[in-house]
Nanobody, 127 residues
Framework: QLQFVESGGGLVQPGGSLRLSCAAS????????IGWFRQAPGKEREGVSC????????KYADSLQGRFTISRHNAKNTAYLQMTSLKPDDTAVYYC????????????????????WGQGTQVTVSS
């Protein structure tokens, strides 16, 4: 069974940092592009960031203004999302996902290309 196990979410104060991890199970990550998405209550799921299978290429949502960093460690079969300067608007359930293509995107069309999804991890930014 192909799946992800996500971890690292939690409650953090505004301005704080969190690092989300996404460990693949049942398949090898190195052939897949990886994306991070989030969904806040009452809102549609939106793309946050993605990274190519090699790790050399990354994309980010414009709204993040350089606060998040995506990375991957193929030998550990794990991807990461480092989040800094967190704001209350970042509160959401965060999901990682895998796309069989070597590179992908985070737009609405690309979202449908991701075939393996994690269960989500809650991130709450509040004082």
């Amino acid at each position: 069974q192909l799946q992800f196990v996500e971890s690292g979410g939690g409650l953090v104060q505004p301005g704080g940092s969190l690092r989300l991890s996404c460990a693949a199970s049942g398949f090898t990550l190195n052939g897949y592009a990886i994306g991070w998405f989030r969904q806040a209550p009452g809102k549609e799921r939106e793309g946050v960031s993605c990274i190519t299978n090699s790790g050399r290429g990354t994309k980010y949502a414009d709204s993040l203004q350089g606060r998040f960093t995506i990375s991957r460690h193929n030998a550990k079969n794990t991807a990461y999302l480092q989040m800094t300067s967190l704001k209350p608007d970042d509160t959401a359930v965060y999901y990682c996902a895998a796309d069989r293509r070597p590179y992908s995107g985070i737009g609405t069309v690309d979202r449908g290309k991701y075939t393996v999804w994690g269960q989500g991890t809650q991130v709450t930014v509040s004082s």
